[in-house]
């Protein structure tokens, strides 16, 4: 069983920054690759970036590609997604998943988070 708590999420003007977090505990954190999905009102949860165990493979929605990074400190148990340039769009509730393989992280994960709140405003 994996725990995951999510941080960072806040109010934001377009054009702003944010970095969430994502912090693990249960079994080893480095076993699993990690992701982040995104759920806006009215909208079906969509996938927004992956992360292998390693850290050496990265994913990303085109959506978000070129503006967003995530990453991961395994010392720490934690995942990260530095979210810049920011749009109104962006705006969802933002959700850490863990999986057991990258594959099954980007479309199916084992573990997620309850979620933290983005809110861009123009």
């Known amino acids: 069983q994996v725990q995951l708590v999510e941080s960072g999420g806040g109010l934001v003007q377009a054009g702003g920054s944010l970095r969430l977090s994502c912090a693990a505990s249960?079994?080893?954190?480095?076993?699993?690759?990690m992701a982040w999905f995104r759920q806006a009102p009215g909208k079906e949860r969509e996938f927004v970036a992956a992360?292998?165990?390693?850290?050496?493979?990265?994913y990303y929605a085109d959506s978000v590609k070129g503006r967003f990074t995530i990453s991961r400190d395994n010392a720490k148990n934690t995942v990260y997604l530095q979210m810049n340039s920011l749009k109104p769009e962006d705006t969802a509730v933002y959700y850490c998943?863990?999986?057991?393989?990258?594959?099954?992280?980007?479309?199916?994960?084992?573990?997620w988070g309850q979620g933290t709140q983005v809110t861009v405003s123009s």
């Open positions: 998943a863990a999986a057991t393989t990258l594959y099954r992280s980007r479309r199916l994960p084992d573990y």
């Open positions: 249960g079994r080893t954190f480095s076993s699993y690759a």
């Open positions: 992360i292998s165990w390693s850290g050496g493979n990265t």
